[in-house]
């Protein structure tokens, strides 16, 4: 492909759908109205096909050949002064590529059911605006050539979700639950600053291909400077928590599901929480020579995936379990990239990323099914999404059941469906990563371990979900009237497209072996042979998934009155997880109610003590400025004596000259 | 005699801007009299055909600047180079946003020659550029201030006009007296009048020779120029003359001496510095002290002392000097820094003609019937009766500030990262103490943007109809500060 026409492409990505969003915020609210959906349409379905061509054309000659160069498209040069040189430009290899692939087209289905889902809002245009600009955040982000960009549209994604959780700022918990997750994305945000800082100071560049694309000298640097090496890759794992809802950063996911539930599929798959995933995927020949750092990201990733699939376990609201579900599957993303040890082989930095990454790739589909199939659940039901009040939908919604059942077999790691493929590679990686000789394998056949019970717990709770849903004696609530409807084809489409890419895209990309196959044409990524099918560990894995949906079917559907006995004989423990483990309220004790404390004596001491250093310093200027005022006084021969004295001091500074030689 | 008339012919091909200009002024003076009846009487609307016919000058002028080349040419009394370039296209710009302020600050009578005027005093900027000798500097300097005093009386002929005319005229001939003993002073020592053999003579003198004569004529013309750039001690004048006149005549003499007297420093500090070009020039540790406690006393003396003013053209009038003390350290560090001190300078005066021109354009704007903006009770609650030139101001005020999104803020970034590239412990200094002193300005120009937006409202909000010219002019303004900020680029590299 020309050079040109692939840079046109590469700026096309993220442009059509700026130009949607700021065609339909100049239009929509006045001219186009319920009409708003089809610039996002447009924009989003020009940025797909980009995102594919681009896919095809990034990696030339086959997959086979290990040379690739990222491919930059010139911008705009902003300002060139001195040693400060800043760009605008977009880098896109293979892991862009991918990244794309999936952002655009999941956000472009999602797009579609959002039509029919947010049909009649007053808002509608509003939200199609947002949408768009959203999608156009995240695709820059994942272009950026420089950690500077990166950190742009990384604050601009944060700004979109912001918007978009609070949607209906009308209600109070909406307006709350957006100003939780940008303030919880702030604390993440800080260190990502400062580790952004640090790169600078480390390597006189933030660009990716200096700081990442330069072996040598990074090995160099690293050996120089292993402890800024760590540094530098906490804290951008710090930001990274934060956008991925990571322990001890997860706690504003869930409660994002207080925007429109297609926003909610919007962030838990394509854009928003790809994003940490993405930046730790990136920064990988940074991460692999730090260990420490690695075992940290594993570690968190293993807690963060056991405290979520506990919660997991016993919320009533449907949307809510998804929401713990994807901050469960995000932390497995991250034990996979903490498990990346160059201890277990020089290829298993390469392997570990490919397994996150695909992870993320399939986890983007399924979950986006998920998030939809139950929005097409609430849209039937008057929008009740209490599990408890509603039941036996199997019949009365029969494409939504289909359809999450397709997506609740893939989040549970049925045989042969997405998530096995992806969840297999993980287990394999971190299997290696305990088997090797890293000081620090014990850590990993922990996580290792936890990761198997996880892999039992997620088939459980999402089965739970689904037969509470759809099975069961036919109950629906008062809100939903006489005849629950079942979605209209522009919602039923895309859940159908999102099932059959739930279903097969990991089989077909597995066993093709193309996804690693292509990923390591990333820069900074070396080339890896998949190790193929590890028999013990599939063995192990579909065990405990039959496990863990044969127990949910014992309990929600053969013997219904089994899960009350059992809540009761466990109450402390049950209650716990239904208080998701008393994260609000810890957090409240130990963060916020000191912090609100700290803020009241702040605040205090602002008004008392800063307030009078403040006013007493804004005195002094006036003081100093009380001298010239003298001579101000509007009167000539005083002007020119104060000019003819100033004469004086300029010719007897300048003659010291003369005096000194 | 044929040889002198291929020589005026030689000399004027390198002027053509300002013989364009020249003629529209000698056409304004001449015809304008006959256009005035003997009781004093101007036929209606006879300042907007003035007023048309100089921008129709301007323009043409800009033409012919596009057009004509900016190699380098050398011709006795001018030369020809990409200073000159960027000097030239600067003062028309600001020429032609003069003209558009001027509009309704001047009556019928009296248009034809303060146009004539304001086009003398960009085509004597333009010529200050171009010289290439001291008699030619010189007589451009004139050309920019006699025009000044009589476009200062004919603004305001009441007694407050007539006093700030008054002090300018005396205050402006003893500088100009000091330039003119300093040049002489410099043609004591070489001889000779002509840039390049003064050039030439220094380069070759005998060792020591004209040491301290040299550094008095430095002293001389530096003071004397100093009072064009509104530097401390010679800044008297300009609080009480802003306050006194027109705001187009505020927005002139914010911008135009300022440029006319960096241009001429440009000009005439290497050669007492006895180096041969600016290129080259790196001032010597004792002109660096004197230029670096000129440019302190200047930012503090003008920021402090704007703090304290409730009436905006005064404030302006110090902001003013404030930026006539940052613009000094690009002229401290020189040209041997990794950000050379000239470029900054001439990048800040591009910025800082659009917002000072911004502000008096859109303080004015409505000056013709609703009240004129002067005072802080006149901005209470803009925001209210005027959202749209509240907004604009407000713009303009972020751009003195040096805010981001905002033209200002490259300006300033420029200026600072010359005084930092510099290295030396006199660089670090002068540009903590320029961002402290940018801490000091936000606060008077926020609280104007406050004022605007915060207050309530004095007066009822009534439709204000708005003269269309100084609006136009403190809308372009406003946009191209922000536009300018967006791509900064092209503008730095057409510095020479």
Redesign the interface.
């Given at each position: 492909m020309p050079e040109n026409i692939q840079h046109l492409v590469m700026w096309l990505i993220p442009l059509a759908p700026l130009a949607a969003a700021i065609v339909t915020a100049l239009l929509g609210p006045k001219g186009m109205r319920e009409k708003s959906h089809l610039p996002c349409w447009f924009g989003l379905a020009v940025a797909v096909v980009c995102a594919y061509v681009l896919l095809f054309s990034i990696v030339p000659g086959g997959f086979g050949e290990h040379e690739s160069q990222a491919v930059v498209a010139p911008g705009y040069?902003?300002?060139?002064?001195?040693?400060?040189n800043v760009r605008v430009e977009l880098r896109a290899d293979a892991m862009t590529a991918i990244m794309l692939s999936m952002v655009t087209a999941v956000s472009l289905l999602v797009a579609v059911f959002a039509a029919g889902y947010m049909h009649g809002d007053p808002g509608y245009a509003r939200f199609f605006a947002c949408f768009s600009l959203f999608v156009f955040s995240m695709c820059m982000l994942v272009l950026s050539s420089s950690f500077l960009l990166l950190f742009v549209f990384w604050e601009g994604v944060g700004l979109c979700s912001y918007l978009l959780i609070g949607f209906w700022f009308q209600k109070p918990s909406a307006a709350a639950a957006a100003k939780k997750a940008f303030v919880v994305n702030r604390i993440g945000d800080f260190g990502f600053l400062i580790g952004i800082f640090l790169i600078w100071t480390t390597f006189r560049s933030v660009d990716f291909a200096t700081v990442l694309g330069e072996p040598q000298r990074l090995a160099e640097l690293a050996a120089a400077q292993p402890g800024r090496i760590t540094a530098i890759c906490l804290l951008l794992l710090l930001g990274a928590m934060g956008k991925s809802a990571q322990f001890p950063l997860h706690v504003w996911l869930p409660d994002a599901m207080e925007g429109p539930t297609p926003v909610s599929a919007l962030i838990h798959a394509a854009t928003m929480v790809t994003a940490g995933v993405y930046v730790v995927a990136r920064c990988t020949p940074l991460f692999v020579h730090s260990p420490t750092a690695q075992v940290v990201v594993c570690c968190i990733g293993g807690v963060t995936a056991l405290i979520a699939a506990l919660i997991a376990l016993t919320q009533d609201d449907l949307k809510r379990v998804l929401a713990y579900s994807t901050v469960s599957q995000l932390g497995y993303m991250f034990m996979a990239l903490g498990a990346g040890t160059l201890a277990a082989s020089d290829a298993a930095p390469a392997l570990a990323t490919t397994a996150a990454m695909f992870h993320l790739y399939t986890h983007a589909f399924f979950k986006a099914l998920l998030f939809l199939a139950a929005g097409s659940v609430m849209h039937a039901m008057g929008d009740v999404i209490d599990m408890k009040r509603f039941g036996g939908l199997r019949r009365a919604l029969p494409i939504t059941h289909w359809t999450f059942l397709a997506g609740a077999a893939a989040l549970a790691g049925v045989p042969l469906l997405s998530g096995f493929w992806s969840k297999d590679e993980i287990l394999g990686a971190l299997y290696s990563a305990g088997s090797s000789e890293s000081p620090y394998h014990g850590y990993y056949y922990a996580v290792f371990a936890i990761a198997v019970f996880i892999a039992f717990l997620t088939a459980f709770y999402t089965f739970r979900a689904y037969f509470k849903t759809f099975w069961g004696e036919e109950r629906f609530p008062a809100e939903a009237g006489h005849h629950p409807h079942e979605a209209p084809p522009v919602m039923a489409w895309p859940l159908r497209v999102l099932a059959v890419c739930a279903l097969f895209i990991g089989g077909l990309v597995a066993l093709s072996g193309s996804f690693a196959g292509y990923l390591h044409h990333t820069i900074g990524l070396p080339h890896a042979e998949e190790p193929g099918l590890r028999w013990g560990l599939v063995f192990v894995s579909v065990a405990v998934v039959v496990l863990g949906i044969g127990l949910a079917w014992q309990m929600y559907v053969a013997a219904p009155r089994m899960p009350s006995k059992l809540a009761a004989a466990f109450r402390p423990l049950y209650a716990a997880s239904l208080n998701k483990l008393y994260f609000d309220e810890i957090f409240w004790a130990i963060l916020v109610a000191p912090l609100r404390g700290l803020a009241w004596l702040a605040g205090w001491f602002d008004r008392v003590v800063i307030d009078s250093i403040v006013d007493g310093l804004a005195l002094v200027?006036?003081w100093?400025?009380a001298v010239?005022?003298v001579?101000?006084n509007?009167r000539?021969p005083?002007?020119?004596l104060?000019?003819w004295?100033?004469?004086i001091v300029?010719?007897a500074?300048?003659?010291?000259?003369?005096a000194?030689? | 005699m044929p040889q002198v008339i291929e020589q005026i012919r030689s000399t004027a091909t390198l002027i053509v801007p300002e013989i364009v200009l020249l003629a529209a002024v000698c056409a304004l003076f001449l015809v304008g009299p006959f256009l005035v009846n003997e009781a004093g009487e101007a036929p209606a609307g006879l300042r907007k055909r003035w007023g048309f016919l100089s921008l129709f000058a301007l323009v043409v002028a800009l033409v012919a600047w596009c057009d004509g080349d900016h190699s380098l040419v050398q011709n006795g009394l001018f030369r020809i180079d990409g200073l000159v370039w960027y000097a030239r296209g600067l003062s028309l710009i600001a020429g032609i946003l003069l003209v558009l302020v001027l509009w309704n600050q001047i009556d019928d009578v009296h248009s034809a020659e303060a146009y004539a005027c304001l086009l003398s005093i960009v085509m004597g900027t333009n010529l200050v550029a171009a010289a290439n000798d001291l008699i030619s500097l010189f007589l451009a300097l004139e050309l920019v201030s006699i025009p000044t005093y009589v476009l200062l009386y004919l603004g305001k002929r009441d007694r407050i006009g007539g006093e700030a005319t008054l002090k300018y005229f005396l205050l402006s001939i003893f500088s100009s007296a000091l330039v003119l003993y300093g040049m002489s002073w410099l043609y004591g020592v070489t001889g000779t009048t002509n840039f390049t053999m003064i050039r030439d003579a220094l380069v070759n003198r005998a060792p020591h020779a004209g040491e301290g004569l040299l550094e008095i004529s430095f002293a001389l013309i530096l003071a004397g120029l100093c009072f064009r750039l509104a530097a401390v001690p010679f800044h008297f004048y300009a609080p009480d003359v802003f306050q006194g006149t027109t705001a187009s005549n505020a927005a002139l003499l914010s911008l135009i001496p300022k440029v006319v007297g960096f241009v001429a420093l440009i000009h005439l500090i290497p050669l007492s510095g006895a180096t041969d070009g600016w290129e080259r020039w790196m001032p010597d540790h004792e002109s660096k002290l004197l230029l670096a406690a000129l440019a302190v006393a200047t930012m503090f003396l003008g920021n402090l002392m704007a703090l304290r003013q409730s009436h905006i053209y005064r404030l302006m009038a110090y902001s003013s000097i404030a930026h006539a003390g940052y613009m000094l350290i690009g002229l401290v560090i020189g040209d041997t820094a990794p950000v050379g001190g000239r470029e900054a300078i001439l990048f800040y005066l591009a910025t800082y003609g659009l917002m000072t021109i911004g502000v008096f354009a859109l303080l004015s704007a409505r000056a013709g019937d609703g009240q004129p903006l002067k005072t802080d009770a006149d901005l209470r609650g803009l925001s209210r009766v005027q959202p749209m030139i509240a907004v604009l101001l407000a713009v303009c005020l972020f751009s003195l500030t040096g805010l981001p999104p905002t033209a200002g803020f490259l300006g300033k970034l420029n200026l600072f990262l010359t005084a930092w590239s510099d290295g030396t412990q006199l660089g670090h200094v002068l540009a903590i103490l320029m961002a402290l002193n940018a801490a000091i300005g936000a606060y008077y120009y926020l609280r104007l943007v406050a004022l605007m937006f915060l207050e309530p409202s004095a007066a009822e909000p009534q439709p204000v109809r708005l003269a269309w010219a100084p609006w136009l002019a403190g809308t372009v303004c406003a946009v191209a500060s922000i536009a300018l900020f967006v791509a900064p680029q092209w503008l730095w590299d057409s510095i020479p």
């Open positions: 040069q902003w300002i060139d002064v001195g040693g400060l200027p006036r100093l400025s010239p005022v001579f101000q509007g000539l005083s002007y020119a104060v000019m004295a100033g004469l300029c010719l500074l300048a003659v010291r000259l003369f000194s030689y | -």
